[in-house]
């Protein structure tokens, strides 16, 4: 069974950046989609960004401008760059593969923007 492990997440001041990792335990072939969401205390999970295999990607309208969701094909690695980060960006991140019939969730990791 693959594992996503994420990793990047932490404190930050408002105004700063950082960048999420999602790597897979082995390789993942025939990737269809790659996704990060995010879920903040008391509110429903939210996609913050995606892109399919081959195609653009596409943003939540709050973090356009701001997120980048890419992809290192070599390593099976999901990334997520976030700059200008704000307070209402606190939350827990989470990064999804769809591959086929198959899909993977990372644990989650937590990301705090401090005022």
């Known amino acids: 069974q693959v594992q996503l492990v994420e990793s990047g997440g932490g404190l930050v001041q408002a105004g700063g950046s950082l960048r999420l990792s999602c790597a897979a335990s082995?390789?993942?072939?025939?990737?269809?989609?790659i996704g990060w969401y995010r879920q903040a205390p008391g509110k429903q999970r939210e996609l913050v960004a995606s892109m399919p295999s081959g195609g653009s990607p596409d943003y939540v309208g709050s973090v356009k401008g701001r997120f980048t969701i890419s992809r290192d094909n070599a390593k099976t690695t999901v990334y997520l760059q976030m700059n200008s980060l704000q307070p209402e960006d606190t939350a827990v991140y989470y990064c999804?593969?769809?591959?086929?019939?198959?899909?993977?969730w990372g644990q989650g990791t937590q990301v705090t923007v401090s005022s």
């Open positions: 999804n593969v769809v591959a086929g019939w198959a899909t993977f």
């Open positions: 082995r390789r993942i072939i025939g990737i269809d989609y």
